[in-house]
């Protein structure tokens, strides 16, 4: 599985970016889907998740930090999950990776064995 990830970009403090990865030629049914960031200095983190692997539209995972600032959405047509990022920090930049396995949920990044290659997103006035 490939995986295209974009949509980083300088924002201001409390604006929003909605980033993308995307699979070309595959289906993500059954797939987890996870989005992950990592700052200079610090450990990979692990955002959101959305999975289809148990049927119907797809169940949704979050980090407490991002609850209620970020939702993750699907659109299977276009093998393509999203991620809209809400009310941004400057602590939310960071490195932003989507990655992909088959299975459930999880925010560990060792469950995934598919990554893409990452897109900057920077919060800075």
């Known amino acids: 599985v490939q995986l295209q990830a974009s949509g980083g970009g300088l924002v201001q403090p409390g604006g929003s970016l909605k980033l993308s990865c995307t699979a070309p030629?595959?289906?993500?049914?059954?797939?987890?889907i996870a989005w992950f960031r990592q700052a200079p200095g610090k450990e990979r983190e692990g955002l959101s998740c959305?999975?289809?692997?148990?049927?119907?539209?797809?169940?949704?995972m979050y980090e407490d930090s991002v609850k209620g600032r970020f939702i993750i959405s699907s659109d299977n047509a276009k093998n393509t999950v999203y991620l809209q990022m809400n009310g941004l920090k400057p602590e939310d930049t960071a490195v932003y990776y989507c990655?992909?396995?088959?299975?459930?949920?999880?925010?560990?990044?060792?469950?995934?064995?598919?990554w893409g290659q990452g897109t900057l997103v920077t919060v800075s006035s």
């Open positions: 030629g595959t289906s993500l049914d059954r797939y987890a």
């Open positions: 990655a992909a396995d088959v299975g459930r949920c999880s925010l560990w990044h060792r469950t995934y064995s598919h």
């Open positions: 959305i999975s289809t692997y148990d049927g119907g539209d797809g169940k949704t």
